[in-house]
């Protein structure tokens, strides 16, 4: 081959080597919460799959919880790195859609796809995984849990540890849930109900861990399928969750673009790989919870209890929460 054509073949080569490296540069940017992210969350597997997918380099940023995402995007404003945000909950769900900071999906019939236990109507956010917050003890230390929300505040003996509605997921579920059944006894109950508390913890994983794994608690606020990660991982059967005989206070978890986003189309079709089987499969055995879609389910969903869900209405939550967190903090 002649000088001139081979140097006009290493051009070629190399051109089309830039111009991938170039579409492999498009960079998509979602913000989340860290057990999303960490080694055994979802993130890496989803990061690899939807990477390999659609040749971008998808970057996750993460933060110590659920509850702070809004507020970081809320003080970022236009200014914000974050194209999607992921793992906004219902307790969150009318202020991040009166911000203003999110634009609305173009995902045709996602209502066809979805198994939820709850009617999904938003054309704004798009649901990833659900479950019921409840409270977990250990089955051979706990002989006698409670079975309802007044057995664990009159009844039981037991160490409780809960979490911060401030700061933390399940917090804010538990603050929802008694308000959902007290209403304006509400802070009577957790007057009675703070008596048996011995820690209140910034975060899920410090009371989990910390506290009821370490034994210095007896139940811990989690949710019903936390015992299919003991079962899954472990093979150890003797994590429980109580379904209450009122219901149990549902967490549906969602992401949404946000209008700042230089990356809708790609951001669309992230949003659009979150309800496929690709997605969905990796759900429950990562993150934990129940899927959004119709994919089978490990072996270990089938030994977990099934709540009767309870929820509020989004707008009275966003209304209220301020005045319902001061009802907690000053409870006697």
Do not use: C
Not at 2 to 28: D, G, H, Y
Not at 69 to 74: A, S, V
Not at 159 to 188: C, E, F, H
Not at 237 to 265: C, H, M, P, Q, T
């Amino acid at each position: 081959m002649p000088a001139e054509e081979k140097m006009r073949l290493v051009i070629i080569i190399l051109t089309i080597i830039i111009l991938s490296s170039a579409l492999r540069a498009e960079k998509l940017t979602v913000y989340t919460y860290d057990s999303f992210v960490s080694e055994w969350g979802p993130g890496p597997i989803v990061e690899k799959v939807f990477e390999d997918k659609h040749e971008i380099d998808l970057q996750f940023i993460a933060v110590d919880s659920a509850a702070t995402l809004l507020n970081k995007i809320i003080l970022e404003g236009e200014n914000t790195k974050a194209d999607i945000v992921l793992g906004l909950d219902m307790n969150l769900f009318n202020a991040a859609e009166n911000s203003e900071l999110f634009v609305p999906h173009n995902i045709k019939n996602i209502n066809n796809k979805l198994t939820i236990p709850i009617d999904w109507n938003s054309e704004i956010f798009v649901p990833y995984n659900y479950g019921y917050f409840a409270f977990v003890y250990n089955n051979k230390k706990l002989k006698n849990p409670p079975h309802s929300m007044e057995e664990l505040i009159t009844d039981t003996k037991a160490r409780i540890v809960i979490q911060d509605p401030r700061t933390s997921t399940p917090g804010l579920g538990l603050l929802t849930w008694m308000k959902a059944l007290y209403g304006d006894n509400a802070q009577t109950k957790w007057s009675q109900l703070n008596k048996k508390i011995i820690a209140v913890t910034k975060g899920w994983t410090d009371a989990y861990y910390n506290f009821f794994m370490a034994g210095e608690a007896d139940i811990v606020l989690s949710y019903s399928t936390s015992p299919a990660a003991h079962i899954i991982f472990e093979e150890n059967y003797d994590i429980s969750a109580s379904a209450f005989r009122e219901g149990n206070y549902i967490s549906v978890e969602f992401a949404g673009i946000l209008n700042s986003s230089k990356n809708k189309k790609i951001a669309n079709q992230f949003l659009e790989f979150m309800v496929s089987d690709d997605f969905q499969k990796v759900i429950p055995t990562t993150n934990i919870m129940y899927p959004v879609t119709g994919v089978d389910l490990p072996e270990a969903f089938n030994k977990l209890v099934k709540p009767n869900v309870i929820k509020l209405d989004p707008k009275d939550i966003n209304i209220n929460k301020d005045a319902w967190i001061n009802e907690w903090l000053n409870a006697p």
